[in-house]
């Protein structure tokens, strides 16, 4: 058991990425804090193998629940060595279709929620001695799939806050994730049922992997970098994308043929 002496804070753990991510801590034997804004996500989370799962409703885009969330487990579990910055969802448009109000919901979760959960969390990550951030951001922060702004900026900023992170909070370790295209709500959200289907299929005739990522293939990254047996990896950033960012045939397939569902 990696976790079973160590405290896990995973926002967004209701779906995709972060259910994995939560369930596989779990596993490990870890006190798993799960946070999500929608209370019936959480429900679905199901404690598995020796670890211990907490489940609180949290709103990751809003300062004054996260700290709030931050001073909860300061008083009751005195202690964090682990803090996922997992949080996320999607409106995708391109630059001219951007709306203000849709971009500025998106920036608080996806870029605002992990500044401020470091912010607040960042002291009680120190004492735990190889305190571990894991910050997932994107490889639409790397490309440029059509319809993918502001998500793709918000992550790429994701990517340099954990460089600055590494410099300017010392004493705890933060790395970065990009996954690629993954089988989550998010993907179907944005495209739909259709061409998501059609992701797949590209993703199986061009990506090297031949398939498109799971949720759990992020969930094993996601743990390996916060391990002991990554406790001198600082500042990496991990692209877990079945080396579709190597390929400007999947890529130019994936952004010229299909389409998001724009929310405009």
Sequence with gaps: ??????????????SGIGLAAARAFLAEGATVIATDLHVER?????????????????????CEAIAELAGWIADEYGRLDVLVNN???????????????????????????????VKHLAALLRESGNGSVVNISSASALISPQGYCPYGLAKAAIHKF????????????????????????ILLDAYGEEATAQIA????????????????????????????????????????????????????????????????
């Design 1 to 14: 058991m990696r976790f079973s002496d160590k405290t896990v804070l995973v926002t967004g753990a209701g």
């Design 162 to 185: 954990t460089e600055d992170c590494v410099v300017q909070v010392p004493g705890v370790r933060h790395n970065t994730i990009m996954p690629g295209f993954i089988e989550t709500a």
């Design 87 to 117: 949080a996320g969802f999607a409106h995708m448009n391109n630059p001219e279709q951007v709306d203000e109000g849709e971009y500025d919901a998106q920036m608080a979760v996806l870029l605002k929620g992990p500044v401020f959960y």
């Design 42 to 62: 959480l429900e679905a989370i199901s404690a598995e193998g020796e670890g211990e799962l907490v489940c609180r409703v949290s709103d990751a885009g809003n």
């Design 201 to 264: 299929g590209v993703a199986e005739a061009v990506v090297p992997a031949r398939r498109m990522g799971k949720p759990e293939d992020i969930a094993s990254a996601v743990l390996f970098l916060a391990s002991d047996e990554a406790s001198y990896i600082n500042g990496t950033n991990l692209v877990v994308d079945g080396g579709m960012a190597r390929l400007n045939t999947a890529v130019s397939t994936l952004a010229g043929e299909v389409q998001p569902v724009t929310q405009n």
